[in-house]
């Protein structure tokens, strides 16, 4: 809605702790959490998602070409320090 799209901040400290925190509970449950919508095709956003745990992702057919390419390239160990990274220095910007 182009309304409300400046809202869109998917990097926003809230934002990224309400995923991870998200993910661990459902986790915790036994469950797995997926994403769709903009964020889960996201190039950017798709090493951190997997760092924090993201089981399933749910993205335009346009994005799923390149997210498998990206795929290919990364490390989980390195995707799991990034989302540390990335969650710990959003604890600290708030």
């Known amino acids: 809605n182009e309304k409300i799209s ?32 903009e964020m889960a095709g996201d190039q950017v956003a ?9 089981d399933e992702f749910s993205m335009s057919a346009t994005s799923i070409l390149k997210t498998r390419s990206l795929l290919k390239t990364l ?8 989302a540390d990274k990335a969650v710990n220095d959003c604890e600290t910007a708030d």
């Open 6 to 37: 400046y809202l869109y901040q998917p990097y926003n400290p809230s934002i990224l702790r309400l995923i991870k925190n998200t993910i661990e509970a459902s986790h915790k449950e036994g469950k797995w959490t997926g994403m769709c919508g």
């Open 46 to 54: 798709v090493p951190i998602l997997l760092g924090l745990g993201l």
């Open 75 to 82: 490390d989980s160990k390195k995707m799991e320090e990034l």
